[in-house]
C-alpha cells in the first residue's frame, strides 16, 4: 500500500467528521443565507493570505534530503500566490466590505479564533514540530475543496441569485485543486521515512478537527 493511501485510511474517520458537518452539506446543497456565505468567505481570507507564507516557511525548513520537495513547494507556491485576492473580490461581490475584511477592523470582520488556531497550529508545525506536518493541512484542505467547492459554488450561484464572480474561489478551487491532489499524492509516496509518514498522519487528523471548528464558528455565528 503506498503512503498516500495508508494517510487516506487513517484519516477517514476525521474527513467523514468534517463532510458531515451542517455548514458543508448544507452549503454543497445550495441552502445556506448570503451572511453565512461572506462569513465564510471572511474566515476562508484570514487562512488562505497565509498559505503562501506557510509553503515559504515549510520549505526553508526543510532539511537536505527533501530538496525535492522543497523543488515542488516552489510549484506550489506559484500557483497559490494572490489567491486571498479572489476571496476579498468575492466579499465584495457579494455586498460586503473586503478592506474591512482585510484590516481585521469588526469582530465580524477579523478572524476567528477557530481560523487562529488552525493557522497557529500550521505555523508551529513547521517551526517547532516538522514541516513535513504542513502537507496535513493541504490534504485537509485542498481535499475538502475537490470533494464540495465546485458543486457548492454552483449551487448557491442560484439559490442566492449572485453572479458567477462572486465565486471565483469556490469555482476555481474545486477545478484547481483536483489537480493539486494528484500532485501531492506524487508527492506523499516519495516520503518512506516512517517518522515523518506518523507526523504527517497526526497533523492531518487534527487539521481536520481545526478545519472543522473553522465551519462550527461560522454556522454557531450565522446559521
Not at 441552502?31 to 453565512?36: A, G, K, P, S, W
Not at 481570507?45 to 530538496?67: D, F, I, N, Q, S
Not at 507556491?77 to 494572490?82: A, Q, R
Amino acid at each position: 500500500m503506498t503512503f498516500y493511501q495508508t494517510l487516506m485510511d487513517a484519516t477517514q474517520q476525521e474527513r467523514q467528521t468534517l463532510m458531515s458537518l451542517p455548514l458543508i452539506v448544507q452549503g454543497a446543497q445550495g441552502n445556506i443565507r448570503l451572511e453565512t456565505y461572506r462569513a465564510f468567505l471572511t474566515q476562508a481570507y484570514h487562512h488562505v493570505k497565509h498559505t503562501t507564507p506557510l509553503l515559504m516557511a515549510c520549505g526553508g525548513r526543510l532539511t537536505g534530503e527533501y530538496e525535492w520537495l522543497r523543488t515542488a513547494i516552489g510549484e506550489y507556491i506559484e500557483e497559490e500566490m494572490g489567491h486571498q485576492e479572489w476571496v476579498l473580490n468575492d466579499i465584495a461581490v457579494c455586498g460586503g466590505d473586503k478592506e474591512a475584511v482585510r484590516h481585521s477592523l469588526t469582530e465580524d470582520t477579523a478572524a476567528s479564533h477557530a481560523t487562529e488556531l488552525m493557522v497557529a497550529y500550521a505555523y508551529h508545525m513547521i517551526d517547532r514540530v516538522n514541516p513535513l506536518g504542513f502537507f496535513g493541512m493541504v490534504l485537509v484542505l485542498e481535499g475538502t475543496s475537490t470533494t464540495v467547492a465546485t458543486q457548492a459554488g454552483e449551487t448557491l450561484m442560484k439559490s442566492l441569485n449572485l453572479p458567477k464572480k462572486a465565486f471565483s474561489y469556490l469555482l476555481s478551487h474545486g477545478a484547481l485543486d483536483l489537480s493539486h491532489v494528484t500532485f501531492y499524492e506524487g508527492l506523499m509516496n516519495r516520503i518512506t521515512n516512517p517518522a515523518d509518514q506518523a507526523i504527517v498522519v497526526h497533523a492531518a487528523k487534527r487539521f481536520y478537527r481545526l478545519y472543522g471548528d473553522v465551519f462550527r464558528h461560522v454556522a454557531e455565528k450565522t446559521m
